[in-house]
């Protein structure tokens, strides 16, 4: 039979169908990165985790209803955080039934799968790695598998929000650069302006992600300017971060300034001495490796201790794993490299086996990153970041230098050990229901100038929408305020005691009331004669919180 004009063979068709598969995946990706998080949200439960009680719902609040000031740190240190990222989810809480909260906020962090996807995509095309695409899905799923990640989806936790305009800058970076070799004068201006807009972004709105914005800076100095020697397009990067971090932090520590004398208040108080706290850096220091040993071994500490980096238990070989990974190959490639030097015979195969610079840029990203955290911070949820790359970095650098079967199913191999020996974190959660909170606040006639004082360090601030708004709510200890300070800020705090001394209550947990009237006492000048009646304040999430009347006397 004579084939007819134009007809494909089967393998021309196979060839056109895998090339159409191939320019739709992104899209298909995208689709079931936000179908599939939102659903694993609903899976998980209903978000219920510490800083959702005790500052970001009702962070947002106090941003509605103008009562920033009114109030007195109900929500601890955290009161006085940047509250754009909370307004979204407390808009969700307040308006919509729970279960929509759960959707939005896990779509949204759905939104990391599919950037992973692109970055390992491109990583993996760059270094002519095998079936690119399928691998790119392949690590992006160990990578939101992650102890940290996936404990995340959809709760108020910004880690996992702000990620997404981390992995978007490290995309839009890396396709700017078309290819990333010396004298290399294809660069899209537009891609880096955008790249340090969302790193600026993220910084502005939450500045722990300042150490990225670092590990960023540390990648761009050594391979665009010291490897690359190529200057084009820092000036709009480094602008464009500017505008970024003006925008989403700008307005806020312009307020924090107006109001405290220091646009990071509470924090850096030993060089801006705000009158409002104490004249030191307050930093958290619980977690920083406190020898040179401990910050050696840190990511082998997340295998072994299962409290190392954070409050609550977890057990992740994604960042140690890397570092193995990092440590062997940069030893090959230096044996290699010492091996050709004095070789006589110089195969060409061995400049082949050198790492893209597009992944030497990844990794110095990533390791900048982690050095600064150990220095600042030591909180392993901070890495998130370096935690959903990780997987992505070890497949393209092991790639870049063997592609063989064997190196493949090694590759597999140690991917699947990542998934099944992560220990997810657990913040919280309870069944989905039609009230969010469940708030029921117990029969009380409040009269003018009332004032509820809030003791314990435990999350209560997220009741405080449900009273009455002229109800005023002051925080008097926690990990922010004690009555031992001499600020101006606990100078106000005995003025509103004393101006409603014959109508405050306290706020606070069944089995501190007695200590928690024992912190009032350590603020006034004469005692409080007997506590008065207290009544259960009822939540879906707590059962024993109590409101109490506090008759004083001595006046």
């Known amino acids: 039979m004579e084939k007819r004009t134009g007809e494909l063979s089967p393998m021309s068709t196979w060839a056109l169908s895998k090339e159409k598969i191939t320019r739709h995946a992104s899209p298909l990706v995208l689709a079931s990165s936000l179908l599939g998080f939102a659903i694993w949200s609903l899976l998980l439960g209903q978000d219920a985790n510490w800083d959702l009680r005790n500052y970001h719902y009702y962070n947002a609040y106090a941003f509605f209803s103008s009562r920033i000031n009114y109030d007195i740190a109900p929500g601890q240190t955290q009161s006085y955080l940047n509250p754009a990222l909370d307004l979204l989810?407390?808009?969700?809480?307040?308006?919509?039934?729970?279960?929509?909260?759960?959707?939005v906020m896990g779509a949204w962090h759905g939104l990391n799968l599919w950037l992973l996807f692109l970055i390992g995509r491109e990583l993996l095309v760059r270094i002519s790695f095998p079936k690119p695409g399928l691998w790119a899905a392949i690590c992006a799923l160990v990578g939101v598998r992650g102890a940290a990640a996936a404990s995340e989806v959809g709760t108020t936790f910004h880690d996992l929000t702000l990620s997404v305009f981390i992995l978007g800058a490290v995309y839009l970076y890396l396709r700017a650069w078309p290819?990333?070799?010396?004298?290399?004068?294809?660069?899209?201006?537009?891609?880096?302006?955008?790249?340090?807009?969302?790193?600026?972004?993220?910084?502005?709105?939450k500045l722990?992600?300042?150490?990225?914005?670092?590990?960023?800076?540390?990648?761009?100095?050594?391979?665009?300017?010291?490897?690359?020697?190529?200057f084009r397009g820092i000036v709009?990067?480094?602008?464009?971060?500017?505008?970024?971090?003006?925008?989403?932090?700008?307005?806020?520590?312009?307020?924090?300034?107006?109001?405290?004398?220091?646009?990071?208040?509470?924090?850096?108080?030993?060089?801006?001495?705000?009158?409002?706290?104490?004249?030191?850096?307050?930093?958290?220091?619980?977690?920083?490796p406190k020898s040179v040993w401990e910050a050696i071994s840190f990511p082998f500490r997340f295998t072994l201790r299962e409290h190392a980096g954070n409050e609550l238990s977890f057990r992740d070989f994604r960042v140690a794993a890397l570092l193995i990974t990092t440590l062997f190959a940069s030893?090959?490639?230096?044996?290699?490299?010492?091996?050709?030097?004095?070789?006589?015979?110089?195969?060409?195969?061995?400049?082949?086996?050198?790492?893209?610079?597009?992944?030497?840029?990844?990794?110095?990203?990533?390791?900048?990153?982690?050095?600064?955290l150990l220095k600042l911070f030591g909180v392993y949820r901070y890495l998130i970041c370096v935690e959903l790359l990780s997987p992505i970095a070890l497949v393209a650098l092991v790639g870049s230098l063997t592609k063989t079967r064997l190196a493949q199913a090694s590759l597999m191999l140690c991917l699947l050990f990542l998934v099944f020996n992560t220990k997810v974190i657990y913040w919280g959660r309870s069944p989905w229901s039609n009230d969010f909170f469940g708030v029921h606040l117990p029969s009380i006639q409040w009269k003018d100038k009332a004032v509820v004082l809030i003791t314990s360090d435990n999350p209560l601030a997220y009741v405080i929408p449900f009273f009455p708004p002229p109800v005023r709510f002051v925080r008097l200890d926690g990990n922010f305020l004690n009555p031992n300070q001499n600020t101006a800020l606990t100078d106000r705090i005995r003025s509103v005691i004393a101006e409603s001394a014959e109508n405050l209550y306290l706020l606070t947990y069944s089995s501190e009331v007695n200590q928690g009237a024992a912190v009032v006492n350590q603020y006034l000048k004469y005692p409080i004669a007997t506590l008065g009646t207290c009544e259960h304040l009822n939540s879906r999430i707590d059962s024993t919180i109590v409101l109490c009347r506090l008759p004083l006397s001595g006046k």
């Open 89 to 103: 989810p407390f808009l969700l809480i307040q308006h919509f039934p729970p279960r929509v909260f759960g959707i």
């Open 179 to 205: 290819n990333f070799k010396l004298g290399t004068t294809s660069i899209s201006l537009q891609s880096l302006a955008g790249s340090g807009f969302l790193l600026g972004l993220a910084t502005g709105l």
């Open 208 to 230: 722990t992600f300042a150490l990225y914005a670092i590990g960023m800076g540390m990648a761009i100095v050594v391979v665009q300017v010291g490897m690359l020697k190529r």
């Open 236 to 288: 709009p990067f480094g602008l464009a971060a500017l505008a970024g971090l003006l925008l989403a932090a700008g307005p806020w520590m312009w307020f924090l300034w107006k109001h405290y004398g220091n646009p990071l208040f509470p924090f850096y108080n030993a060089f801006f001495q705000s009158p409002y706290f104490p004249l030191i850096n307050s930093t958290d220091q619980r977690f920083l």
């Open 331 to 372: 030893g090959y490639l230096l044996i290699s490299s010492l091996v050709s030097r004095y070789s006589s015979q110089r195969s060409e195969t061995k400049d082949h086996s050198k790492p893209d610079l597009s992944l030497v840029w990844l990794l110095i990203f990533l390791w900048g990153t982690y050095i600064v």
